[in-house]
């Protein structure tokens, strides 16, 4: 059975760093997509980046600052950098068995299966 455990979050100021981390069972690379969510307080969840062997995928707001990352020890990594107050948000792992699909909209959580507890982020001013 699939099991997702985020870790990795924390306070930081602006302009910081956080690496946070998806320790995932049952996932075999290359059968799965793999991606990172957060949902803030007031919004929905929403997708922010996504990986599967040969691709990845960023939303807009995070192109440059974030980077996304797969062990071959089905660990996955969110690398975020230049944080903003505007990061702020619970963030979860989450996969999905479509071998690494990226045409079936990998930013979007209703075509994702499974999902970790998440790791808050929180990012003062």
């Known amino acids: 059975q699939v099991q997702l455990v985020e870790s990795g979050g924390g306070s930081v100021q602006s302009g910081g760093s956080l690496r946070l981390s998806c320790a995932a069972s049952?996932?075999?690379?290359?059968?799965?997509?793999m991606g990172w969510f957060r949902e803030a307080p007031g919004k929905e969840r929403e997708g922010v980046a996504a990986?599967?062997?040969?691709?990845t995928s960023y939303a807009d707001s995070v192109k440059g600052r974030f980077t996304i990352s797969q062990d071959n020890k089905n660990t996955l990594y969110l690398q975020m950098n230049s944080l903003k107050p505007d990061d702020t948000a619970m963030y979860y792992c989450?996969?999905?068995?479509?071998?690494?699909?990226?045409?079936?909209?990998?930013?979007?959580?209703?075509?994702?299966?499974?999902w970790g507890q998440g790791t808050t982020v929180t990012v003062s001013s």
């Open positions: 049952d996932v075999t690379i290359g059968r799965y997509t």
């Open positions: 990986t599967a062997p040969g691709w």
């Open positions: 989450a996969a999905r068995a479509d071998r690494g699909n990226r045409n079936l909209a990998p930013l979007a959580p209703s075509n994702y299966d499974y």
